[in-house]
Each structure stands twice: as structure tokens, then as C-alpha cells.
Nanobody
Framework: QVHLVESGGGFVQAGGSLRLSCTAS?????MGWFRQAPGKERDFVAAIDYEGDKINYAESVKGRFTISRNNANNAVYLEMTTLKPEDTAVYYCATSGRSSRMAKADVDYWGQGTQVTVSS
């Protein structure tokens, strides 16, 4: 069982930036982020493999969000810039032992979620 602890959510105006962090209780192959807006499905945002050379982003965040990880701390980060109101959602950290593309079916463990709210 991998325990995930997230931090860094909050309230920001459109155009602003936030950095999310997630620490896992032990090392995993792929780490990533999903998000879920009210009344919508939980959608993939970004994922990164252990070496950091396989990185995937949702089209909606490419060029604005950057995922990175620190294996010494079993941590993954999501740097979010140029935030838009449509980025408002609960953001969930996720891990997978087999795929850095991280479809929902590939996720082994989820974090508890952290709220990101972007005002217009």
C-alpha cells in the first residue's frame, strides 16, 4: 500500500501560478496528477516515469504545466502557470507500477486530493 500526501492547492487569480507537491511512502515507477471538476469525470493531467524521460501531458495543460519528480524524496511536483478558471478542480496525485501514460485503469493508488480554485 502506497500512502500519498499532497499539498500546495489554493486560491489564485487567472494568470497566476501554483505548485502542487505529492510525497509517496515509497518509490514507485510512475507518478502523476489527475483533476476532477464538480460534476465532471476525473481527467488525466500529467505523468512522469521514474527516470524522468517519459513525460505526458493532457493537451489542455501543455505549455502551462510542468511535472517533475525527486526520487530521493519519492516526490512529484506540478508547476502550474498561466492558470485559467477552467483549471479549477480537485487535483489528485496518482501512482502506477506499469505505465507513465497513466490511464485511470493504470492507477494503483490515489492521493486524497487538493483543491485548486482559479478566479476570473
Amino acid at each position: 500500500q502506497v500512502h500519498l500526501v499532497e499539498s500546495g492547492g489554493g486560491f489564485v487569480q487567472a494568470g497566476g501560478s501554483l505548485r502542487l507537491s505529492c510525497t509517496a511512502s515509497y518509490s514507485v515507477y510512475a507518478m502523476g496528477w489527475f483533476r476532477q471538476a464538480p460534476g465532471k469525470e476525473r481527467d488525466f493531467v500529467a505523468a512522469i516515469d521514474y527516470e524522468g524521460d517519459k513525460i505526458n501531458y493532457a493537451e489542455s495543460v501543455k505549455g502551462r504545466f510542468t511535472i517533475s519528480r525527486n526520487n530521493a524524496n519519492n516526490a512529484v511536483y506540478l508547476e502550474m502557470t498561466t492558470l485559467k478558471p477552467e483549471d479549477t478542480a480537485v487535483y489528485y496525485c496518482a501512482t502506477s507500477g506499469r505505465s507513465s501514460r497513466m490511464a485511470k485503469a493504470d492507477v494503483d493508488y490515489w492521493g486524497q486530493g487538493t483543491q485548486v480554485t482559479v478566479s476570473s
